[in-house]
């Protein structure tokens, strides 16, 4: 374990924390389980947000087992939790290494002790290249690769490796939708920039992002996602043929499609024998009760997850939100105290699974949110006070799914771990600036 990762273990929780009782006595982050608040019992402040930490391990085995099947690394991609604990166990679970999308979080997981990188974005002009070379040179034991979509990305590379004192990796980024070279003369470009710098910069691979070129249209994705592999590996042989001994990457893989990347690029590496296809997929691990439920669930409609028996029905939902019922000021009304403070709301609202009363769990059949405030949660109260058999009530603590992992997380300073018995055992602390 980093000295950082055991600081920051030691680093205390008070209730300036969301989720701690107000006037609780300070404790340490590595020492929350020994408090055995049940977020279901009303231990804990609310809101709160919490990590089913069973589902978690098991999503994790899940997307590593199909890795292992596949041929494939995994890098997962940080920017989900921005919680170096959880980056940093998941290298120790087998990771390749992990993914980052901008300098402050580069400067975090290394920090934390997970030094193989990748830096899968661009990062703009010469300054913050030179801000890339200072990390790098106050971590001589990092391995980052970068991408590049330009001529003019390269130049910000080049000024972080002369201000780093060393030679480092560029990704040659293909695209469309997003970032990413869109055509056979944006890649020469990038490749001959990279070439006029010999002593600052090496080919080390491709990337793309296949969620970029998405759409509504199932059969359009797939066409789409198809001929960005096509181009992909169209770039990958250019690499090749200016770099014909290194080890080179290929990397792509969010959480929605990765299934079609490996059909497109998992034998462009087999083929070449000397390159590694790494997946980036980082809400994958956590899993919703949204979007990517429904794109997992179109992931096994195409059946697109071919992992021994499994399926990828078998990823479950890993995090929850826990809000009281502040009150029923109408009778198909009810408001809950969190918002858009507490809750991703840029793909679905929350969705109400259970309601808890004095350790009972209840039905929450019916509840729907209809919109949010910045603190306030509408929920919608079929047939008036009857829910189920039973009267919501003020004082009654709801259990929220979310959609969209990435925008919830980022919203909490510390997220924390639930054991099988719903209790807090762990605490994570994130790191989002």
Same mark, same amino acid.
């Given at each position: &374990?980093?000295?950082?990762?055991?600081?920051?273990?030691?680093?205390?929780?008070?209730?300036?924390?969301?989720?701690?009782?107000?006037?609780?006595?300070?404790?340490?982050?590595?020492?929350?389980?020994?408090?055995?608040?049940?977020? $279901?019992?009303?231990? &804990? !402040?609310?809101? =709160?947000?919490?990590?089913?930490?069973?589902? +978690?391990?098991?999503?994790?085995?899940?997307?590593?087992?199909?890795?292992?099947? #596949?041929?494939?690394?995994?890098?997962? #991609?940080?920017?989900?939790?921005?919680?170096?604990?959880?980056?940093?166990?998941? *290298?120790?679970?087998?990771?390749?290494?992990?993914?980052?999308?901008?300098?402050?979080? @580069?400067?975090?997981?290394?920090?934390?002790? =997970?030094?193989?990188?990748?830096?899968?974005?661009?990062?703009?002009?010469?300054?913050?290249?030179?801000?890339?070379?200072?990390?790098? @040179?106050?971590?001589?034991?990092?391995?980052?690769?970068?991408?590049?979509?330009?001529?003019?990305?390269?130049?910000?590379? $080049?000024?972080?490796?002369?201000?780093?004192?060393?030679?480092?990796?560029?990704?040659?980024? =293909?695209?469309?939708?997003?970032?990413?070279?869109?055509?056979?003369?944006?890649?020469?470009?990038?490749?001959? !920039?990279?070439?006029?710098?010999?002593?600052?910069? =090496?080919?080390?691979?491709?990337?793309?992002?296949?969620?970029?070129?998405?759409?509504?249209?199932?059969?359009? /994705?797939?066409?789409?996602?198809?001929?960005?592999?096509?181009?992909?590996?169209?770039?990958?042989?250019?690499?090749?043929?200016?770099?014909?001994?290194?080890?080179?990457?290929?990397?792509?893989?969010?959480?929605?499609?990765?299934?079609?990347?490996?059909?497109?690029?998992?034998?462009?590496?087999? /083929?070449?024998?000397?390159? /590694?296809?790494?997946?980036?997929?980082?809400?994958?691990?956590?899993?919703? #009760?949204? *979007?990517?439920?429904?794109?997992?669930?179109?992931?096994?409609?195409?059946?697109?997850?071919?992992?021994?028996?499994?399926?990828?029905?078998?990823?479950?939902?890993?995090?929850?939100?826990?809000?009281?019922?502040?009150?029923?000021?109408?009778?198909?009304?009810?408001?809950?105290? +969190?918002?858009?403070?507490?809750?991703? +709301?840029?793909?679905?609202?929350?969705?109400?699974?259970?309601?808890?009363?004095?350790?009972?769990?209840?039905?929450?059949?019916?509840?729907?949110? /209809?919109?949010?405030?910045?603190?306030?949660?509408?929920?919608?109260?079929?047939?008036?006070?009857?829910? !189920?058999?039973?009267?919501?009530?003020?004082?009654?603590?709801?259990?929220?799914?979310?959609?969209?992992?990435?925008?919830?997380?980022?919203?909490?300073?510390?997220?924390?771990?639930?054991?099988?018995?719903?209790?807090?055992?762990?605490?994570?602390?994130?790191?989002?600036?």
């Amino acid at each position: &374990m980093s000295l950082f990762l055991d600081a920051l273990l030691d680093s205390p929780l008070d209730d300036s924390i969301r989720g701690v009782p107000p006037g609780a006595a300070p404790l340490r982050l590595r020492d929350v389980g020994a408090r055995g608040w049940r977020p $279901a019992a009303g231990d &804990m !402040a609310l809101p =709160v947000l919490t990590l089913d930490e069973d589902a +978690f391990a098991a999503n994790r085995d899940l997307i590593f087992a199909y890795a292992r099947r #596949h041929g494939v690394a995994l890098a997962p #991609h940080a920017k989900t939790p921005m919680a170096p604990q959880i980056a940093s166990a998941l *290298v120790e679970a087998g990771a390749w290494g992990a993914t980052v999308a901008n300098l402050q979080q @580069a400067a975090v997981l290394l920090r934390a002790g =997970v030094t193989r990188l990748i830096l899968a974005n661009e990062i703009g002009g010469r300054a913050s290249g030179e801000r890339l070379g200072a990390l790098l @040179a106050a971590h001589p034991g990092a391995d980052l690769r970068a991408f590049a979509d330009s001529p003019a990305a390269v130049e910000t590379l $080049a000024a972080a490796a002369r201000a780093a004192g060393r030679r480092l990796p560029v990704l040659v980024e =293909v695209g469309a939708g997003r970032a990413g070279a869109r055509d056979r003369a944006a890649v020469d470009a990038i490749l001959a !920039a990279v070439v006029r710098h010999p002593g600052l910069l =090496v080919l080390d691979g491709v990337a793309t992002y296949e969620g970029a070129v998405a759409t509504a249209d199932p059969a359009e /994705t797939a066409a789409n996602i198809a001929a960005l592999m096509d181009r992909t590996a169209e770039t990958f042989a250019l690499v090749r043929a200016l770099a014909p001994e290194r080890p080179l990457l290929l990397t792509a893989g969010g959480s929605a499609f990765f299934d079609m990347v490996v059909t497109g690029l998992a034998p462009v590496a087999a /083929t070449d024998g000397n390159a /590694t296809l790494v997946l980036r997929s980082g809400a994958i691990f956590f899993h919703d #009760h949204g *979007v990517y439920e429904r794109a997992l669930g179109a992931l096994d409609a195409r059946q697109g997850f071919a992992c021994g028996g499994a399926t990828a029905a078998d990823f479950r939902p890993a995090l929850r939100l826990w809000a009281e019922v502040l009150t029923r000021p109408e009778p198909e009304l009810a408001i809950c105290g +969190f918002g858009m403070r507490d809750a991703s +709301f840029d793909q679905d609202l929350p969705r109400p699974l259970r309601v808890h009363r004095d350790g009972t769990a209840l039905s929450a059949e019916g509840l729907r949110v /209809t919109r949010l405030n910045d603190q306030h949660a509408f929920v919608a109260v079929p047939g008036g006070h009857e829910l !189920a058999g039973h009267d919501l009530a003020v004082g009654d603590i709801i259990e929220f799914g979310i959609s969209h992992p990435c925008t919830c997380i980022d919203r909490w300073r510390v997220l924390f771990g639930l054991g099988a018995d719903g209790r807090v055992r762990s605490a994570y602390r994130t790191f989002f600036g």
